[in-house]
């Protein structure tokens, strides 16, 4: 059973845009904040962004003017809004409750590379 399916990376120069998209399982989405989280090669998996159920946001310093998270409740489904990107947003890009848990497996990502 597939429960969270990211989607919408790919190849854009930097200071392109990109619109990722995370469909859950409603056992995991609802009642539950979700995040973003990306892992660059041979680096370890970093959070991006996070939103609560009622819409309430983090979004790190790094991505930070530039990213921005939202969700839709009614079809479990999340978002991350990427402008501006630069070389080093280079780096899959995973969905997961926040904090991650640990009975949700993750899903296959979805690969955003930045360059020219």
């Known amino acids: 059973q597939v429960q969270l399916v990211e989607s919408g990376g790919g190849l854009v120069q930097p200071g392109g845009s990109l619109r990722l998209s995370c469909a859950a399982s409603?056992?995991?989405?609802?009642?539950?904040?979700m995040g973003w989280y990306r892992q660059a090669p041979g680096k370890q998996r970093e959070v991006v962004a996070t939103i609560t159920t009622g819409g309430g946001t983090y979004i790190a310093v790094s991505v930070r003017g530039r990213f921005a998270i939202s969700r839709d409740n009614a079809e479990n489904t999340m978002y991350l809004q990427m402008n501006s990107l630069k070389p080093e947003d280079t780096a899959v890009y995973y969905c997961?409750?926040?904090?991650?848990?640990?009975?949700?497996?993750w899903g296959q990502g979805t690969q955003v590379t930045v360059s020219s």
């Open positions: 409603e056992s995991i989405f609802r009642f539950n904040a």
């Open positions: 997961n409750r926040a904090p991650r848990s640990a009975a949700v497996s």
